[in-house]
């Protein structure tokens, strides 16, 4: 019977090795998760700046955008008077040569 006791204990000694050796891993591995955790939560901090600063720039854009739709309107309506005045010239000067 005293060497299956000395097994048992054996035995017993090993298992709790065994259980502390995960413990210590599982202990190292909560570590890294908390890190992990940490390193996410100042990416989204970064990754909302960043949307932030996308978002300004894009609101920036559409500005100008209508700014310059404004300015086509106006050059786009010059244009047109200009070309009025020319042909309104050019039918003044043929019926002016005409009438000659």
Same mark, same amino acid.
């Given at each position: 019977? *005293?060497?299956?006791?000395?097994?048992t204990d &054996?035995?017993? &000694?090993?298992v709790e090795?065994?259980?502390?050796t $995960?413990e210590?891993k599982? +202990? %190292?591995l909560g @570590?890294?998760?908390?890190?992990l +955790? @940490?390193?996410?939560?100042? !990416? @989204?901090?970064? $990754? %909302? *700046?960043l949307?932030? @600063?996308v978002?300004? %720039?894009f609101?920036?854009l #559409?500005r #100008?955008? =209508?700014e310059? =739709? %404004?300015?086509f309107?106006?050059l786009n309506?010059?244009?047109?008077?200009a *070309?009025? *005045?020319i042909v309104?010239? !050019?039918i003044?000067?043929?019926?002016?040569?005409?009438?000659?």
């Amino acid at each position: 019977m *005293a060497p299956r006791e000395k097994w048992t204990d &054996d035995g017993f &000694d090993r298992v709790e090795n065994r259980i502390a050796t $995960v413990e210590n891993k599982v +202990d %190292g591995l909560g @570590k890294k998760v908390d890190a992990l +955790d @940490k390193g996410f939560g100042e !990416l @989204k901090v970064r $990754v %909302g *700046a960043l949307e932030t @600063k996308v978002d300004q %720039g894009f609101a920036h854009l #559409d500005r #100008d955008m =209508r700014e310059l =739709r %404004g300015e086509f309107k106006t050059l786009n309506r010059n244009l047109l008077m200009a *070309a009025v *005045a020319i042909v309104v010239a !050019l039918i003044g000067t043929i019926g002016a040569l005409a009438g000659i």
